[in-house]
């Protein structure tokens, strides 16, 4: 128990640093373009509610926490050789590393839409998912602003996944990297990728910050997470992309 506890304490840090110092990033290069109040990557316009910086760092403190125990529970099934988590890159062949990365962005994809949708049944949104969506205009600090329960939904994928599909130790580091930048570049609220790219084949599959921005202002539509088919084939993409 109380190496677990350990654990726990440890990966909160981790997520802690991991968090300040990314969204803070992000957030100074946010104030940057926000002040010219002109840039035409700016996405929305709409004042920040009063104090709701603060707001999104006391639920981020609190989803890192929930975060931390998930994160210490994969790491006991690791110990205890319960997970698909493996070392050397060349045990499943080199060819596997891209396919796994592959794999578990589509799994994770699918289950974030259909969650996602989920959390906006009326009675469901209201105890679970409202509390990110009162940031109307969001910043970088949103990127972990989360109700428990929400928390606890979206962090029960990656074990699970970790269960089923073997996944090399840095594949799995890149995938968290990757979730952390992604989340708060779709959070930033400023179009930060470039128009050739946005229009391109791949860039139209892509999740970006105005992808995003249309779900905080039109709560209804692109519940994707990192790329936008299933919106596409349910119907789900707002209008206005």
Do not use: C
Request: aromatic share 22%; glycine share 4%.
């Amino acid at each position: 128990m109380g190496d677990f506890l350990g654990y726990v304490i440890a990966f909160f840090a981790i997520l802690l640093i991991r968090y300040f110092i990314t969204a803070g990033f992000f957030y100074a290069y946010y104030l940057k373009v926000k002040n010219k109040k002109t840039d035409k990557k700016i996405l929305s316009q709409r004042p920040l509610k009063k104090d709701q910086v603060k707001k999104e760092i006391y639920w981020s403190i609190i989803s890192s926490a929930i975060f931390a125990f998930f994160g210490a529970l994969l790491y006991w099934l690791y110990l205890h050789q319960f997970t698909g988590i493996y070392l050397d890159p060349a045990e499943y062949g080199y060819w596997y590393l891209p396919v796994s990365i592959v794999a578990v962005l589509l799994v994770h994809e699918t289950y974030y839409y259909w969650l996602h949708r989920a959390m906006h049944i009326p009675k469901i949104y209201k105890v679970v998912h409202k509390v990110h969506h009162n940031s109307l205009s969001s910043t970088p600090w949103t990127a972990f602003s989360f109700h428990p329960w929400e928390t606890i939904l979206e962090a029960l994928i990656l074990p699970i996944i970790l269960l089923i599909i073997p996944l090399n130790i840095y594949v799995l580091l890149f995938y968290l990297i990757f979730m952390t930048f992604s989340s708060m570049v779709n959070h930033l609220d400023i179009e930060i990728y470039p128009a050739p790219f946005r229009r391109s084949k791949f860039g139209k599959m892509w999740i970006d910050a105005t992808h995003h921005h249309f779900h905080h202002k039109e709560f209804t539509t692109n519940y994707g997470l990192y790329f936008t088919f299933w919106d596409k084939w349910m119907g789900t993409e707002s209008r206005k992309m």
